[in-house]
């Protein structure tokens, strides 16, 4: 069971926003580990969308952008498009657990 | 072009052993951190092992300690997962996974992924 707890789907039409919610502990986001975030896209391998809670790759739209607060972490997406449905992944890492961990992951929907 | 390229998936029985390959090209291999990532099929991705540049220093999670061990050859610029004692419940893709330039500690992102290969564990 991962330690990071996300939900499992979330959808909106295009053009909304949706938030996806990372939630974790005082072992893992709350003691202050980065958190980021992984699209993977359906056949492929995951691909970095957020970096260091907040920050963007170079090429990643600015329609992603991610925060942290306490032992949460959130991904938002806003002018949700047809192409931004995937799979999405935070990670980590737990001091509990000496590891890197990732969240349940949540599937996106454009409707 | 920075590029991970993944080998040596297949099929093994319970209790056998595979040896995966990464094969690094077009960043200084033996300045980042790399990882073993898996995603048992349907399901969401699991960390499964670390080594840090050098190879002086290594780490595993509780569900392959002892069984999997990583290695790197920096003159190679391969990665490897030395993978015994095979269960049912290693089958997954295995992708290998670049440390990316943004962080030096244990929370650091993984910023370049290979394609993945297939491990299936069956009898």
């Known amino acids: 069971q991962s330690v990071l707890t996300q939900p499992p789907s979330v959808s909106g039409a295009p053009g909304q926003r949706v938030t996806i919610s990372c939630t974790g502990s005082s072992s893992n986001i709350g003691a202050g580990y980065d958190v980021h975030w992984y699209q993977q896209l359906p056949g492929t391998a995951p691909k970095l969308l957020i970096y260091?809670?907040?920050n963007r790759p170079s090429g990643v739209p600015d329609r992603f952008s991610g925060s942290k607060s306490g032992t949460s972490a959130s991904l938002a997406i806003t002018g949700l498009q047809a192409e931004d449905e995937a799979d999405y992944y935070c990670q980590s890492y737990d001091s509990s657990l000496s590891g890197r961990v990732f969240g349940t992951g949540t599937k996106v929907t454009v409707l | 072009e920075v590029q991970l390229l993944e080998s040596g998936g297949g099929l093994v029985q319970p209790g056998g052993s595979l040896r995966l390959s990464c094969a690094a090209s077009g960043f200084t291999f033996s300045s980042y951190a790399m990882s073993w990532v898996r995603q048992a099929p349907g399901k969401g991705l699991e960390w499964v092992s670390a080594?840090?540049?050098?190879?002086?220093?290594?780490y595993y999670a509780d569900s392959v300690k002892g069984r999997f061990t990583i290695s790197r050859d920096n003159s190679k610029n391969t990665l490897y997962l030395q993978m015994n004692s095979l269960r049912a419940e290693d089958t997954a893709v295995y992708y290998c996974?670049?440390?990316?330039?943004?962080?030096?500690?244990?929370?650091?992102?993984?910023?370049?992924w290979g394609q993945g290969t297939m491990v299936t564990v069956s009898s």
């Open positions: 080594i840090s540049g050098s190879g002086g220093s290594t």
């Open positions: 260091g809670n907040s």
């Open positions: 996974a670049k440390s990316g330039p943004y962080s030096s500690g244990p929370d650091d992102a993984f910023d370049i």
